[in-house]
């Protein structure tokens, strides 16, 4: 039986994170501060658990071995693992300078696929910022010795953000998440990070943070990203909503929803769906399940479930494949 799947997401208590998925978005766990939650994930280093239905205590990667490929749609069909991770993201203190790889490369080295990835601001503080890629091109020569004497900083592109804005992160792009930033990050099913930079701060054990230098200078584009910040466009205004395409290419396609009634939407055989509240309150309905949705609630919709409806008033994220 088909029906939507409500989410437990595995949390990470990295050094730079904060507070505020515990305290505004719902988290709960002992866990002093909690920088990320992975609202959809199968990945090795931390799955969902399912909260409802016949489903209800097995992780999600169990779920999909029960079921079959079917309920991810038949855009994934020609890959062999789950596409995407999905995570909130609380930088109450910056992360480290990084950069990650293409496929090519990260299924080579790490035995994982690469991570393109995109952000959308969901909060942030009035002088926050991150860094997004270069602000000229450089060369590699350039690029290790800046790293060496510690003036990378000097050569990055250093951008001011708010609430609402867009950045699409291809593999390769050197890149760090400023304090006081919350966002939702839509990405590949990778977990493969090389820090180039970290502020000289020190792990858990009292040791320097391992950086991967060699890996980042293979992989690094030394030139300044070309997509344009911020969302694609408005898809549609309705009475009781707004549709915002916020991101859309061969791995993903993300949408934002402000909502202030009804809306139907369609789980057709090519995509599951995967829903994140950001604010309000939301009822589901759906054949064979109905809930309600609160500001920080993850939800997986297979493919194939068909039509569904929302109502309420609120905010989320949409993605599909």
């Not at 601001?121 to 790293?147: M, S």
């Not at 970290?198 to 030394?222: C, F, M, Q, S, W």
């Not at 769906?273 to 809930?291: A, K, R, T, V, Y």
């Not at 949705?293 to 997986?300: A, I, N, Y």
Request: charged share 25%.
């Amino acid at each position: 039986m088909l029906y939507p799947l409500k989410l437990k997401s595995p949390l990470k208590d990295y050094l730079w994170g904060g507070t505020r998925l515990k305290t505004e978005y719902g988290k709960e766990t002992s866990l002093q501060k909690v920088a990320e939650s992975w609202e959809l994930s199968c990945h090795k280093a931390g799955a969902n658990t399912i909260e409802n239905g016949s489903f209800a205590g097995k992780t999600l990667p169990e779920y999909l071995e029960a079921s079959g490929k079917e309920v991810i749609g038949s855009k994934a069909a020609c890959i062999d693992y789950f596409p995407l991770l999905i995570k909130l993201i609380d930088a109450h203190d910056n992360l480290s300078v990084q950069v990650h790889p293409d496929d090519a490369y990260a299924q080579a080295v790490e035995g994982e696929p690469g991570k393109t990835e995109m952000w959308y601001i969901v909060d942030a503080e009035p002088d926050a910022k991150l860094i997004y890629g270069f602000k000229n091109e450089i060369t590699r020569d350039e690029f290790e010795r800046r790293i060496n004497d510690n003036t990378l900083l000097d050569v990055c592109n250093q951008v001011p953000v708010k609430k609402g804005d867009v950045f699409f992160i291809n593999s390769g792009t050197l890149h760090a998440i400023g304090k006081g930033i919350l966002i939702a990050e839509i990405q590949q099913n990778s977990n493969t990070t090389y820090r180039v930079y970290d502020y000289g701060r020190v792990g858990t054990d009292g040791k320097p943070r391992e950086l991967h230098i060699a890996k980042a200078l293979t992989v690094t584009n030394l030139k300044p990203p070309t997509h344009k910040i911020g969302e694609i466009g408005i898809v549609d205004i309705f009475s009781d909503y707004k549709i915002d395409l916020l991101s859309q290419c061969a791995l993903f396609s993300v949408y934002h929803f402000d909502l202030s009634g009804n809306c139907s939407l369609c789980a057709d055989n090519t995509s599951f769906h995967s829903l994140i509240i950001l604010n309000g309150e939301i009822c589901l309905d759906s054949p064979h399940e109905s809930m309600t949705l609160k500001k920080g609630d993850s939800l997986f919709v297979p493919a194939g479930l068909g039509d569904y409806r929302i109502n309420g008033m609120g905010e989320f994220i949409l993605t599909t494949l």
